[in-house]
């Protein structure tokens, strides 16, 4: 273990003892071009067998899938806005004629010029980040979840004993144990596919490329020129989220662009490593348990048999 | 000093009001465990101290408290696995990052010379001559190796919540095993007040109760918002109720000490505020993982601080 492996950047893989790792892979999930229609949803169900999670209508907008969970590896988020045009900016006046209001009965540009409102939606797809110190990682006690080669975070399920650990690791509230199947169930970037040099399934089937798969060092580079992008395009509001490498989690392999702040979209603003605090956690227990030990003998002191 | 809430009411957004960190899925078993592996430390400690002081009264039953404690203990975190049958593989690996699997490894341990030590006092009901004679050093040697694992015992089950996403566990890292540390020391104190209330009994008694009190205090007290869950709703009954029987379990230990029954009695108020206090510390962080506010805004005020200093 490097100085780094609590905390701070470090490469995983390497960290993790692979030598001659290959690059490290990771997703660019921009927003700005997500239309909502699942389709990573279904596709990650699809090739993964992901059994479904009910039936439900939650009322949240077109979300009734409601968040990530042990069935639902890929989540796409519908947050709808009442915004002030300051936000919208150029983005709804005349110069951006797509952009998507209300739905009409008429096609999207066919009603032109569409009726724009002071009202937006924000639509995102959500994914295990696969951290560079991944929480839930760290406090596994059967070493199920291990660290891969492209630097992804996979659990083995003939190893997970169902303990919940990781669930409460995970900075993100990603990871959860599956109720009929007592163990615990994430994203593994498609750990199937991409060792045969595949695309992972929600990428693939992503028909805006609002979901990039690719090596985390390529994808950030992307990233920042399409944050510029936007930025000179009048939409002051995009940002990136995860993409740091000295972030609370040593930087995010799953990272995104998005257009409002994090927690609108269910995401922590600041999420911080648990571990990275486990030696002064340990140094505290110390303490408390010499404590303890002199209350005992201080207890019985003075007496003798 | 004077601790006042002064929590402004938290300003926030989240998506559609759902826990951004995912609430522990632990039962209350896992509460449960917090309270006997505590309870089988602080006895351990107790049957030590007989042991040295050539009190058999309080060796014996510190022994076999610490046995029974040792199997509802391994019966909670068995049965709060989402796959009992695969216990076992907790041994695969010996991992410093993750409390659980250190802790696995005190438990089992301490787990194994308790035993013996445990074994040890049935040394005179055994038929061979051999074991009657060899059992009961064995078993001393093993009593305080038991002892000596107590304190660790104790204590990492705070490390364990605390190295966490929950909000209100994380934050209070620093006093956390301190009251978990108070609360067993308790717990073992209260079964010698029943058992053979004596000087070390009581002793031990205020000892623990004044750690985990003032420990407590602080838990409570000193996290700003993130210590709201440990004193509202249900948790912070739960505290309340488990201050007042720890404080009284400690007076009542001192001043009924010419009392067999009024020990006994404070005895049982340790064990229950002991136990009530592991299902208090358990309850807040769940509470705190199930409402946004506490993921967000302090880690809101944590970027605002840092963006502050950072010109
Ligand atoms: S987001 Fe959560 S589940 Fe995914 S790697 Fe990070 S800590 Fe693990
Ligand atoms: S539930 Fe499984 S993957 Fe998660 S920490 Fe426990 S053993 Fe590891």
């Known amino acids: ?275 990275r605090d486990l030696p002064k956690m340990w140094k505290r227990a110390g303490l408390a348990a010499l404590a303890m030990a002199a209350s005992a003998v201080v207890a019985f002191a003075g007496r003798r048999g | 000093m004077k601790d006042r809430s002064m929590v402004p009411k938290a300003e926030f957004e989240s998506y559609y009001g759902r826990p951004i960190v995912r609430p522990p899925v632990w039962t209350h078993d896992i509460a449960s465990y917090l309270f006997t592996g505590g309870l089988a430390a602080g006895s351990a400690l107790l049957a030590a101290g007989g042991q040295a002081t050539g009190d058999v009264t309080l060796r014996r039953v510190g022994r076999m408290t610490t046995l029974g404690a040792l199997g509802a203990s391994t019966y909670f975190l068995i049965i709060d696995l989402g796959r009992p049958e695969r216990f076992h593989h907790m041994l695969r690996v010996a991992k410093p990052t993750s409390p659980m699997s250190v802790g696995t490894w005190v438990l089992a341990t301490f787990g194994g010379v308790a035993a013996v030590a445990g074994a040890a006092e049935f040394a005179p009901l055994l038929p061979s001559r051999l074991l009657k004679r060899v059992l009961p050093p064995v078993g001393d040697v093993a009593g305080f190796g038991a ?31 301190f009251m978990f540390a108070g609360s067993a020391l308790a717990s073992g104190a209260g079964v010698g007040l029943i058992a053979a209330p004596g000087k070390p009994a009581r002793r031990m008694a205020v000892l623990g109760a004044g750690i985990e009190l003032v420990a407590g205090h602080r838990v409570e007290h000193g996290h700003g918002l993130l210590s709201e869950p440990y004193q509202q709703g249900r948790p912070g009954t739960l505290l309340k109720a488990a201050r007042l029987l720890t404080a009284a379990g400690a007076v009542g230990a001192v001043l009924g000490r010419r009392s067999r029954v009024v020990s006994a009695l404070s005895g049982l108020s340790l064990l229950a505020g002991s136990a009530l206090t592991r299902f208090g510390v358990f309850e807040a962080g769940v509470a705190s993982a199930k409402d946004p506010k506490y993921t967000v805004v302090p880690q809101r005020e944590r970027l605002e601080r840092r963006s502050a200093s950072s010109p």
């Open chain 1, 1 to 275: 273990m490097g100085s780094n492996s609590l905390y701070g950047p470090i490469d995983p893989a390497t960290d993790a003892g692979y030598v001659d790792a290959p690059p490290r892979m990771g997703f660019f999930t921009d927003t700005s071009v997500c239309i909502g229609c699942k389709a990573c949803e279904v596709a990650c169900k699809e090739w993964n067998a992901v059994p479904d999670d009910g039936f439900n209508l939650l009322g949240q907008s077109y979300d009734n899938t409601g968040g990530l969970s042990a069935n639902s590896w890929r989540h796409v988020a519908f947050i709808e806005q009442p915004v002030t045009s300051d936000v919208l900016g150029s983005v709804s006046s005349s110069k951006s004629p797509q952009f998507l209001g209300m739905p009409t009965s008429e096609p999207p540009g066919k009603a032109s010029p569409g009726p724009t409102s002071d009202f937006r939606w924000l639509m995102m797809s959500n994914v295990c980040k696969h951290c560079t110190h991944a929480g839930c990682l760290d406090v596994c006690p059967t070493g199920a979840l291990f660290r891969t080669e492209f630097g992804t975070v996979v659990v083995q399920q003939d190893i997970c004993n169902g303990c919940g650990y990781c669930v409460s690791g995970c900075p993100y509230g990603v990871i959860d144990r599956r109720e009929d199947d007592g163990r615990a169930w994430k994203c593994t970037l498609c750990y199937d596919r991409i060792g045969d040099g595949l695309t992972p399934a929600c990428a693939k089937a992503c028909p805006t490329e609002s979901i990039q798969y690719g090596e985390l060092s390529e994808l950030r580079e992307r990233a920042s020129r399409r944050v510029a992008d936007l930025h000179s395009q009048g939409v002051p509001a995009a940002r990136l989220y995860g993409h740091e490498e000295d972030n609370g989690v040593g930087g995010d392999g799953a990272f995104f662009l998005l257009l409002d702040e994090p927690e609108v979209y269910g995401l922590p603003p600041d999420p911080t490593v648990a571990t």
């Open chain 2, 147 to 177: 002892a000596a694992l107590a304190p660790a015992l104790a204590t990492y089950t705070a490390v364990l919540f605390a190295d966490t996403a929950v909000p209100s566990w994380n934050a209070v890292y620093p006093e956390l095993p």
